[in-house]
């Protein structure tokens, strides 16, 4: 790339006047976005996190956190919180949700875990019938 500066100079202290201008919005829609976690975060901190598959208490919120909060701050535009927890049955051993991206626990509030066990039973037990599809449709 061969660039060259322009002969009148305004043009150059226009252009990083705009890009600076640009730095400054992007350091406050991040700033606006790190304040605002919890209104977006199913978690607090201090609440109990739960897995949804098997409805076990995993531990106690102890952090909210963005993904892409530290990264490019061009790409940083949905409000995806994680959570940062102290597991259940241990003193200081933290677990992250990013970490399970996929292929872990699914995180879940005390009542989403009894909604979900209670759901994953009444279907264990409507298998154990027979799978009676007529059930569902009366």
Request: proline share 2%.
């Amino acid at each position: 790339m061969i660039t060259k500066e322009p002969a009148d100079k305004t043009l150059r202290v226009q252009l990083d006047a705009l890009n600076a201008g640009v730095v400054a919005a992007l350091a406050a829609r991040k700033a606006w976005m790190d304040a605002r976690m919890e209104d977006f975060s199913n978690f607090k901190v201090g609440d109990e996190v739960y897995d949804a598959k098997t409805g076990a208490l995993l531990g106690v919120v102890s952090k909210l956190y963005r993904y892409w909060g530290n990264r490019d701050p061009r790409y940083d535009t949905q409000m995806s919180i994680e959570i940062e927890y102290l597991q259940d049955g241990t003193t200081n051993c933290y677990d992250n949700s990013s970490r399970h991206a996929g292929v872990g626990p699914s995180f879940c509030t005390r009542e989403e875990a009894r909604s979900a066990t209670k759901s994953r039973a009444e279907y264990l037990a409507w298998e154990a019938r027979g799978s009676n599809w007529e059930e569902v449709f009366k």
